[in-house]
Structures are given as C-alpha cells and as structure tokens.
C-alpha cells in the first residue's frame, strides 16, 4: 500500500498532485492540511496537535468526513514520526513524504532525516521528498530515476558503511567503504535518466538533488 504524507503547511510548487492522487492513504501532518485545502485535496486522515490548523480548516475536514488523530501539544514525538507509525500501522509498504525537507526549523530538518532509521520504518520504503530533492536509505538494490546531470550524494549514518556499488554514476564506487565524517560520497553525477546504488553493513542516507 502506497502512503502519502504531506508534512508542511508552505507548500506550493512541490505539492505533487499525481503523486498524491495516486496514494491508497493521504495523511495530513498537521498543517500539511492547508496546503491539501488550498490545492482542492482532502486528506483521509488529519495527525497532529493541531497547532498549525486554522480551525474553519478542521472543522471543514470533519464535515468531510475526514478522521482526526489528535495528538496533545506535549509528547514525546514529533507529528510526523506520529504520521509515520500510524500510515504503517496501516499496512503501509511504501511512503512518501512532502513538506520535511525545509521550513524554519533546522531541528525538524534534521529529525525527519534521521527518522529514516527508525526500526519502526525497518520494513518500508519512504522517501522525503521536494520540489528539487528526494533522500532515502539505500536498502537492497535502490534503484531511483532522474535526469543526466542531476546530483546525487551518499552520506553514512553509521561509522562505516560497506562495500558500496554505484551503477549509473559519474564517479562509480565499486565496493569502497564510505566512512561517516567524510564527504568522499558527495556531489556524485547521474549520467543518464537511472541510477543503481547498494552497500554492505552499514546505513547509507542517499539525497537526490534535481536542480541544476
């Protein structure tokens, strides 16, 4: 089942409406809610405190039928990592996440990325996803689109990640150990429109930058 979380209340041009349309669950992360209301979208479910919903936006969504899973303004979670569980409690096999790559907050940058790893998520594909970027654990054989010339970065998020193979790459790794604290794995080149990464032991946090 395909997941749909839309994360960030600013979103405009990256709003993927084919993507969203084609999602089995739209989750709105709190005010993920206005940017679905100002597009025409209705959400199947509405995740948060509510702290960044108007309430004529609510009160709107609940006359729509939409559910609402209100959380309490102090916890231990942030509304998405809250997102995230409930859309795999719900049998979620892949996820995509827009509005959790910017914003004012570099703390919630950082947290949503670091989501990523979390055994909760062991089992599913989820990407964080923009306008320009999408980032993703390499898990198996990734294998991700794009255009020549796009940018793609490989960063470890363990001390040492093993025997990576790139295919499709301007500056091929064949087998090499990325370590964590270095950038050897940044700035790589697509070099036509499909991309192969996969690696050993280790967790390896891939960004795809489409701009130019």
Do not use: C, W
């Not at 102090?74 to 990592?81: L, Q, V």
């Not at 192969?196 to 390896?204: A, K």
């Amino acid at each position: 089942m395909r997941a749909v979380l839309v994360a960030g209340s600013t979103l405009t041009a990256e709003l993927n409406r084919s993507e969203i349309l084609s999602a089995d669950l739209l989750i709105a992360v709190d005010g993920g809610a206005e940017a679905l209301m100002r597009v025409g979208l209705t959400p199947h479910l509405l995740v948060g405190d509510l702290d960044s919903v108007s309430a004529g936006t609510r009160d709107e969504l609940v006359a729509r039928g939409v559910g609402v899973l209100l959380l309490p303004t102090a916890k231990d979670e942030t509304d998405t990592e809250a997102a995230l569980r409930v859309a795999v409690e719900r049998g979620a096999s892949t996820v995509t996440v827009l509005g959790a790559l910017g914003g004012p907050r570099l703390d919630h940058l950082v947290g949503n990325l670091l989501l990523l790893t979390s055994p909760v998520l062991g089992g599913v594909s989820v990407r964080l996803v923009d306008e320009l970027h999408e980032a993703f654990l390499v898990k198996g054989n990734s294998v991700f689109r794009g255009e020549r010339g796009d940018t793609v970065s490989l960063l470890p998020l363990t001390p040492r990640v093993e025997s990576v193979v790139t295919e499709g790459l301007l500056y091929p790794l064949s087998g090499e150990t990325l370590f964590q604290g270095s950038t050897r794995g940044v700035s790589n080149v697509m070099t036509g429109s499909e991309a192969r990464v996969r690696h050993g032991e280790g967790v390896l946090l891939l960004f795809h930058y489409r701009g130019k």
